[in-house]
């Protein structure tokens, strides 16, 4: 059975590298993606999609009711793919204003505008809403706690956070109160192709090449627990197909790093794979900065439920996700170039003290 997908978001990091999954695995589909392009979304990143009869690109704002109202109708859509928010931390400390109206309001428009479509169509069994979110919801993990599960309660602690964690919320609320097939993923860190350079992994990337500092926060033992996006959009491809609504499934890659060593394995795969870097090896640029305000210190993911119910494992490792994406970002310099903009250096200056350690 075809779908019709309306993918948020899309030209954003994890968007994008989801609907090329999607398009390539399921050709016959429709996919809209509908995208704000912020700062973060990135037309460039759909590259060899836009010709494509059964794909549409359209520009807006998922807090525009009439415009979701529209696409919902007249593409005749069964499947929201939620993936458009405000996604940096960091930026979510300097202004969290965005992150409120897109990722609460936003998820509220679409909710609504998803529900009444639902209804007016009465009610089909093969709709979803797809709710992509993040393990940050969860908090901050001390040494030796046990992985996030999705029982773990909710504890944000960072204005990012608790606006997705609000977002979650209120689509649970749309499954208990009107029945809407809702489903939910809670995420851990994603890297590889198309990620915004202000990220950690492509920001060591395109540093090392400058020759510029390595920023670690504070004293770089925070812990991430690492997940290359192609298995991350294979995990949201079975949630789609065999996930049920109402529920909740958490995604990881059993991939804890601390940051330190994560940074140390971006040095060794640079002085590798890049010739002639501007500083040799690339470890003498490894600068500790200003920790962030509020660092959570740990994230684990137990994926035991997408494993045992769905089938679902990470195939790609670490180390080999690392390399993938090194090499990506060695080979895509007229991507990543373009995107250094005066606004990116104007975010860059506000965000990082380097005098201090
Ligand atoms: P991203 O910042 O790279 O992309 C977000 C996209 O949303 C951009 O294309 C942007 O233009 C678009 N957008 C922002 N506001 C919009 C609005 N009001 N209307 C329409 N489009 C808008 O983010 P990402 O890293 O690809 O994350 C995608 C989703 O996955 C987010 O919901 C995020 O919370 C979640 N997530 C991310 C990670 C991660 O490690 N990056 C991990 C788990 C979950
Ligand atoms: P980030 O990619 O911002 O993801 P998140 O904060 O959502 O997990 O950062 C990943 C980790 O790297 C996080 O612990 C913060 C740290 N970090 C640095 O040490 N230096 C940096 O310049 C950045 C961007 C992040």
């Known amino acids: 059975m075809s779908r019709r997908l309306l993918v948020t978001g899309g030209a954003g990091f994890i968007g994008s590298n989801f609907v090329h999954h999607w398009c390539q695995h399921y050709p016959n589909d429709r996919v809209v993606v509908l995208d704000a392009l912020t700062y973060a979304g990135n037309r460039a990143n759909l ?7 059964n794909f549409r690109f359209v520009q807006g704002d998922i807090c525009d009711r009439s415009l979701v109202d529209r ?3 007249t593409e005749n859509i069964d499947t929201i793919t939620h993936f458009a928010a405000e996604s940096h931390v960091d930026r979510s400390i300097l202004g969290p204003g965005a992150f409120v ?8 428009t679409l ?3 998803f529900r009444q479509h639902w209804q007016a169509n009465s009610q089909p069994a093969n709709y979803r809403f797809l709710h992509v979110s993040t393990d940050e ?3 901050s993990l001390g040494a030796d706690d046990p992985a996030f599960s999705e029982t773990t309660p909710y504890a ?14 209120l689509v649970r609320a749309y499954y208990h109160t009107y029945e809407l097939p809702t489903i939910i993923t809670n995420c851990s860190n994603n890297y590889g192709p198309y990620q915004f350079p202000e990220k950690l992994i492509p920001l060591m990337c395109i540093n090392t090449l400058m020759g510029k500092p390595l920023p670690v926060y504070g004293d770089g033992k925070n812990v991430r627990d690492w997940l290359y996006v192609g298995d991350h959009c294979s995990a949201l491809d079975v949630v789609i197909n065999r996930g049920a ?8 890659g059993n991939n804890e790093v601390e940051n330190i060593n994560l940074v140390q394995m971006l040095c060794e795969l640079m002085d590798e794979l890049a010739p002639e870097l501007p500083v040799h090896p690339a470890q003498n640029l490894i600068t500790f900065v200003k920790d962030r305000p509020g660092h959570d210190r740990r994230y684990a993911i137990n994926a035991t439920k997408i494993k045992t119910q769905l089938g679902w494992t990470p195939s790609v490792t670490v180390a080999e996700g690392l390399r993938l994406t090194v090499k990506w970002y060695l080979t895509h310099h007229d991507w990543w170039q373009p995107l ?3 606004e990116y250096q104007a975010y860059y200056q506000k965000n990082y003290v380097f005098s201090a350690s």
Do not use: F
């Not at 590259?47 to 009869?53: D, F, S, T, V």
């Not at 109206?101 to 509220?108: F, S």
């Open 340 to 342: 250094l903009s005066e």
């Open 47 to 53: 590259a060899g999609l836009e010709e494509r009869e």
């Open 156 to 169: 944000p602690n960072s204005p990012y956070s608790a606006s997705k964690a609000g977002s979650d919320h």
């Open 101 to 108: 109206q897109t990722n609460v309001v936003g998820t509220y």
């Open 71 to 73: 696409l919902l109708q």
């Open 245 to 252: 609504p109402g529920e909740t499934y958490n995604i990881g």
């Open 137 to 139: 919801v969860y908090g």
């Open 111 to 113: 909710l609504e505008a």
